[in-house]
């Protein structure tokens, strides 16, 4: 299974942005990038997935490099209740549909 | 809408006795479930999934067992529980793989004593 790496953690001040980057380098061309987070005490969510273009939704965009071996999930502005584990997942299109997580990236907002 | 529900929320138990945590989806047929494991302070481990009823892969043989009696239905049992047991459990469905996303249930806090 290709394999993503993380930071363990990231400070950000609040009111800014956040950049939080993930490195993939085994990923295949059919891998979809999937970002999760988890808030304390809670089930992960769902925040943004894609797979070669960049995407914006409602709570961030994701940046994905040309040859997609990293990617980079924005904040465009951390509000205090954005502090978390952040995810980067890889989930085939082929294959066993199998969805493992790694350890993440814990998220602190410095008011 | 689509709902998972996980119950208990919390629940303590003795070393050596029986465990059973149910999971169901409502508003979908034939998801995907997943039962995953988050030790203190860890990432999540999964545990177990399964893409149809009586269809159980395992990630991680250990103590625990999973079975899928009904399409939204999956169950987390162990018959003999140990202090490494104790975690924060969370069950979660997809509709299919790829670019669909995951569902988390709020999560069962297992303490054995």
């Known amino acids: 299974d290709a394999k993503t790496t993380q930071p363990n953690s990231m400070e950000s001040n609040e009111e800014e942005p956040v950049h939080l980057p993930c490195n993939h380098s085994?990923?295949?061309?059919?891998?979809?990038i999937h970002w999760y987070r988890q808030l304390p005490s809670q089930g992960p969510e769902y925040v943004i997935h894609?797979?070669?273009s960049n995407v914006n939704n409602r709570m961030a965009s994701l940046a994905i490099a040309e040859d997609r071996k990293s990617s980079t999930l924005i904040l465009h502005r951390a509000t205090l209740r954005d502090a978390a584990v952040y995810y980067c997942?890889?989930?085939?299109?082929?294959?066993?549909?199998?969805?493992?997580f790694g350890t993440g990236t814990r998220l602190t907002i410095i008011p | 809408s689509q709902t998972i529900h996980q119950w208990p929320a919390t629940l303590v138990q003795p070393v050596g006795s029986p465990l059973s945590l149910e999971c169901t989806v409502e508003?979908?047929?034939?998801?995907?479930l997943y039962w995953y494991r988050q030790a203190a302070g860890r990432g999540l481990q999964l545990l177990f999934y399964?893409?149809?009823?009586?269809?159980i892969s395992s990630e991680v043989p250990q103590n625990l067992s999973a079975s899928r009696p009904q399409d939204r239905q999956f169950i987390l049992s162990s018959k003999k529980l140990l202090l490494s047991d104790s975690g924060f459990y969370l069950c979660?469905?997809?509709?299919?793989?790829?670019?669909?996303?995951?569902?988390f249930g709020q999560g069962t806090r297992l303490t054995v004593v």
């Open positions: 997942i890889l989930s085939p299109r082929f294959g066993n549909e199998k969805l493992t």
């Open positions: 979660a469905w997809r509709a299919g793989r790829g670019n669909t996303e995951a569902f």
């Open positions: 085994t990923i295949s061309g059919t891998d979809y």
């Open positions: 508003g979908t047929s034939n998801p995907n």
């Open positions: 399964s893409v149809g009823i009586g269809q």
């Open positions: 894609g797979l070669t």
